[in-house]
């Protein structure tokens, strides 16, 4: 009805990829979410190890209830390492077999993990699964030079991932932002410089971090750790529909509308 909208892509979408994070919801909520907000969700993950600790029945239900309507559902990055440090793969794999996910994430946020086995273990998993692998540490005395990000990023993509994931935590303090919260401006625009925007979901738990994107990378952007609750907000974000990013997409004769 409106004009001059930004074009979306329906799923399953290249860009403007939306992760919504689920960190313990019943099934009554995850009804509702994909009632309200399935047409906008690409990837569900199971935060941290919420999938193994909540009641496995709930939890089975709620990854068919996110399927049924065109939803990726992975368990969280962080459960898989638990699992690795054990030397427990295998029964990771049986783990989320039983649950019926169609995706992983791969991620070494919490350990030390050499990247060629990181890779080693994208490049298995993505015979099987979609896979999503995660850059960067979860504490925050850990620095990675650009460069790091980068080559880790390349090689995770080459090694079989769909898309790489740019480390903030659900506090978004972390990896790509400062310990304040605000973006590291000069990091996020050096990993653009070389790695596709298409192949890299930032995470983006707060309303002024997924403004901060989509000003810098337009409404196409790929966005993670949103909260159920603000799924149906963040597209009216990207669309321009909210006072942040109103006048984003908005052509030249429209812009003296401006205050």
């Given at each position: 009805?409106?004009?001059?909208?930004?074009d979306?892509?329906?799923?399953?979408?290249?860009?403007?990829?939306?992760?919504?994070?689920?960190?313990?919801?019943g099934?009554?909520?995850?009804h509702?979410?994909?009632?309200?907000a399935?047409?906008?969700?690409?990837?569900?993950?199971?935060?941290?190890?919420?999938?193994?600790?909540?009641?496995?029945?709930?939890?089975?239900?709620?990854?068919?209830?996110?399927?049924?309507?065109d939803?990726?559902?992975?368990?969280?990055?962080?459960f898989?390492?638990?699992?690795?440090?054990r030397?427990?793969?295998?029964?990771?794999l049986?783990?989320?077999?039983g649950?019926?996910c169609?995706s992983v994430?791969v991620?070494?946020?919490?350990?030390?993990?050499?990247?060629?086995?990181?890779?080693?273990?994208?490049?298995?998993?993505?015979?099987?699964?979609?896979?999503?692998?995660?850059?960067g540490?979860?504490?925050?005395?850990?620095?990675?030079?650009?460069v790091?990000?980068?080559?880790?990023?390349?090689?995770?993509?080459?090694?079989?991932?769909?898309?790489?994931?740019?480390?903030?935590?659900?506090?978004?303090?972390?990896?790509?932002?400062?310990?304040?919260?605000?973006?590291d401006?000069?990091?996020?625009?050096?990993i653009?410089?070389?790695?596709?925007p298409?192949?890299?979901?930032?995470?983006?738990?707060?309303?002024?971090?997924?403004?901060?994107?989509?000003?810098?990378?337009?409404?196409?952007?790929?966005?993670?750790?949103?909260?159920?609750?603000e799924?149906?907000a963040?597209?009216?974000?990207?669309?321009?529909?909210?006072?942040?990013?109103f006048?984003e997409s908005?052509?030249?004769?429209l812009?003296?509308?401006?205050?």
């Amino acid at each position: 009805m409106l004009f001059n909208l930004p074009d979306r892509e329906i799923k399953p979408r290249r860009s403007g990829v939306t992760m919504v994070m689920d960190k313990g919801t019943g099934t009554r909520q995850a009804h509702d979410l994909a009632e309200t907000a399935g047409h906008l969700i690409d990837f569900l993950k199971l935060g941290f190890g919420t999938s193994y600790v909540g009641n496995i029945t709930t939890v089975k239900e709620k990854v068919r209830i996110y399927q049924e309507n065109d939803i990726k559902v992975y368990v969280g990055g962080t459960f898989l390492e638990a699992c690795i440090v054990r030397g427990q793969l295998d029964e990771y794999l049986s783990f989320i077999d039983g649950l019926g996910c169609d995706s992983v994430e791969v991620s070494d946020g919490c350990i030390k993990l050499p990247h060629e086995e990181k890779c080693g273990i994208i490049q298995r998993l993505a015979k099987e699964f979609t896979v999503v692998s995660e850059v960067g540490a979860k504490a925050d005395n850990v620095h990675l030079e650009p460069v790091e990000w980068i080559t880790a990023m390349q090689s995770e993509l080459d090694a079989g991932s769909s898309f790489v994931i740019g480390e903030a935590r659900e506090s978004g303090t972390v990896g790509i932002y400062e310990k304040n919260g605000c973006a590291d401006d000069a990091l996020i625009r050096e990993i653009v410089s070389h790695i596709s925007p298409e192949k890299v979901i930032w995470e983006a738990p707060l309303k002024s971090q997924q403004v901060w994107f989509i000003k810098l990378l337009g409404p196409g952007v790929n966005l993670g750790n949103i909260a159920p609750a603000e799924a149906v907000a963040l597209e009216t974000l990207r669309l321009g529909l909210r006072g942040d990013t109103f006048f984003e997409s908005l052509p030249g004769h429209l812009q003296k509308y401006k205050l």
